[in-house]
């Protein structure tokens, strides 16, 4: 079936540096990608829809100058966290769509990002 | 925002029992999704409803899209320790391809 590979799987860094997520779908063109943040025991929270070729459209709360979002081709998305401070620390997961029905939209296995 | 109230928050059980949780919206849903989350793991897709009153079985599991499309239940039969996890309802508002809303999780707990 159709995998969303997410990479990395977890990360440490240093409070102030920048930290880079992928997310790609691996057999098939996903034309939508979507960024969502768990915090430990929560919900999924949508950060952002990330579309090919045009600039990502953000949530209520979240800074576009913070988590800074490319989509530059039908296989791959990323998310960075630009100066990272520990409150950014969670988990990231990003989805990616490969049909109208919902059994196309596939997640990722997640990123932990753990700021110092 | 629209949010989604799942219940129970948590859930511990003994092998072999049934299990149901619920989600409710104050708003209409087009789509309801159940998923089930692994630790450090994003959610894989157990069960996804289109039409309102549909009933959907996938193995021991059975879900429920609301006649009202305000909320939908999940159950699980005859429970396994392999079914520990946490399970997610997700809603769609429309059918343009919007992002879905995440219920905030059932925790599941089985013990043998």
């Known amino acids: 079936g159709a995998v969303v590979s997410q990479h990395p799987s977890w990360v440490i860094c240093k409070s102030g540096t920048s930290v880079k997520i992928e997310c790609r779908s691996l057999d098939f063109q996903a034309t939508t990608m979507f960024w969502y943040r768990q915090f430990p025991k929560q919900s999924l929270m949508l950060m952002a829809t990330?579309?090919?070729?045009?600039?990502?459209?953000?949530e209520q709360g979240v800074e576009k100058d913070k988590f800074l979002i490319n989509h530059a081709s039908l296989t791959l998305s990323t998310l960075t966290v630009t100066s990272a401070h520990p409150e950014d620390s969670s988990f990231y997961i990003c989805?990616?769509?490969?049909?109208?029905?919902?059994?196309?939209?596939?997640f990722g296995s997640g990123t932990q990002l753990s700021v110092l | 925002g629209q949010q989604l109230n799942q219940s129970p928050q948590s859930m511990f059980i003994q092998e072999g029992e049934d299990v149901s949780m619920n989600c409710t919206s104050s708003?209409?849903?087009?789509?309801w999704l159940w998923y089930k989350q692994d630790p450090g793991e994003g959610p894989v897709l157990l069960i996804a409803l289109y039409k309102a009153g549909e009933l959907t079985s996938n193995g021991r599991l059975t879900a429920q899209f609301g006649i009202t499309r305000k909320d939908s239940f999940l159950n699980i039969s005859a429970s396994i320790p392999s079914d520990v996890g946490i399970y997610f309802c997700?809603?769609?508002?429309?059918?343009?391809?919007?992002?879905?809303?995440f219920g905030k999780g059932t925790t599941l707990s089985v013990s043998s």
């Open positions: 990330s579309n090919e070729g045009s600039k990502a459209t953000y």
């Open positions: 989805s990616a769509r490969g049909g109208v029905r919902l059994e196309k939209l596939f």
């Open positions: 997700a809603g769609q508002l429309n059918q343009a391809g919007t992002a879905l809303i």
């Open positions: 708003s209409i849903f087009n789509t």
